[in-house]
């Protein structure tokens, strides 16, 4: 069965654009996660979705948005592009119902580079 | 806001060494602790979870969980060069999907 689809894998932006990165979940998974990987602060978590419903949101500034299609398919967008914002971005998904077994299943990710 | 530390690092251990992994956390009530491991250029993979204090096995791997101390561990028996990578330590917070990591371990095993 395939695994977690990233799109596009390499970017280069400048400061002030604007990026929608894509997510496609494993099928049958209705959860998809955003993480954020960097060297100095590692992975951190962004949002997640389920059932095109935000149902948690990490600390991160408004400029970083996403949404949840019926499909589970899930675009994050971050607006106003930072030098900060250099990083790993990872989708991970998962069943999303029931207990939670910890196990996220992520995808390859979209590495972003802001010039 | 649960923390998950992972202080020591990177770790270097010489081909069919033990290595051993830390984690300490910050929130008494988490019952379930993961160990994900992840390859340079490549994304994370849950390779154990652990729920009950004590120990548990599986194949060259044995996580080790104390509540009281607040302390999670990943042993690596006979380590390989292939087991060189970065682990992440990682609990649940709060309901549903989301989990905390903490910053990862780098190890090496030297051939």
């Known amino acids: 069965k395939a695994g977690v689809t990233q799109t596009p894998r390499y970017l280069i932006k400048t400061r002030g654009q604007q990026v929608t990165l894509s997510c496609s979940p494993i099928?049958?998974?209705?959860?998809v996660s955003w993480y954020q990987q960097t060297p100095g602060q590692g992975l951190q978590f962004l949002f997640e979705y389920f059932s095109e419903t935000q149902r948690n949101k990490g600390n991160f500034p408004g400029r970083f948005s996403g949404r949840q299609f019926s499909n589970s398919r899930s675009e994050m967008n971050v607006s106003t592009l930072e030098l900060g914002d250099s990083a790993l971005y990872l989708c991970?998904?998962?069943?999303?119902?029931?207990?939670?077994?910890?196990?996220?299943?992520f995808g390859e990710g979209s590495r972003l580079t802001v010039l | 806001q649960k923390e998950v530390e992972q202080n020591s690092g990177p770790l270097s251990v010489p081909e069919g060494a033990i290595a051993s992994l830390n984690c300490t956390y910050s929130?008494?009530?988490?019952?379930?602790f993961f160990w994900y491991r992840q390859y340079s250029g490549k994304s994370p993979e849950l390779i154990m979870s652990?729920?009950?204090?004590g120990d548990k096995e599986d194949g060259r791997f044995t996580a080790q969980l104390n509540k009281a101390s607040q302390y999670v561990s990943l042993l690596i028996r006979d380590s390989q060069p292939s087991d060189s990578a970065t682990y992440l330590c990682a609990v649940p917070a709060g309901a549903n999907s989301k989990l905390t990591f903490g910053k990862g371990i780098t190890l090496s095993v030297r051939p």
């Open positions: 929130d008494r009530v988490s019952q379930s």
């Open positions: 652990i729920y009950s204090n």
């Open positions: 991970a998904s998962s069943h999303g119902l029931g207990r939670f077994t910890g196990e996220l299943f």
């Open positions: 099928s049958g998974h209705r959860s």
